[in-house]
C-alpha cells in the first residue's frame, strides 16, 4: 500500500488534531500556547494547509496528554478507515 494521496495526509491530520483539541475542552489559543506555536500556525493545520515536523508533532501532542507516537497513531487509524471506506478499485483491463 502507497502514500495516501496528496492532501490527504494534510487534511487527516488537521481533522484529527481538530478533534483531539475539541474532546480535551481546549481552545486553538490555548494549544497553541501550550505548545509554544502560533495561534495561526494550529489553524493552518487544522484547515489541512501545512504537514506539521515532528517537532510540531511532539510539542502539539504533550498539551493534548498524547505522545507524539499516540498522536501519530491517531491519524494513521484515520487515514485506514478512510481507505476502508473509500477503497481503490483497480481498473479492469482490456
Do not use: C, W, Y
Request: proline share 7%; glycine share 10%; charged share 20%.
Amino acid at each position: 500500500m502507497g502514500p495516501p494521496p496528496k492532501g490527504t495526509l494534510e487534511k487527516t491530520f488537521g481533522d484529527v488534531l481538530r478533534s483531539l483539541r475539541n474532546a480535551r475542552g481546549m481552545s486553538q489559543e490555548t494549544l497553541a500556547f501550550e505548545a509554544n506555536l502560533d495561534r495561526t500556525f494550529i489553524s493552518m493545520l487544522e484547515r489541512g494547509q501545512r504537514l506539521p515536523s515532528i517537532a510540531t508533532v511532539l510539542a502539539l501532542s504533550g498539551p493534548l496528554g498524547l505522545t507524539g507516537a499516540d498522536l501519530v497513531g491517531h491519524v494513521e487509524a484515520a487515514l485506514a478507515s478512510s481507505r476502508d471506506s473509500h477503497p481503490v478499485r483497480p481498473s479492469a483491463s482490456r
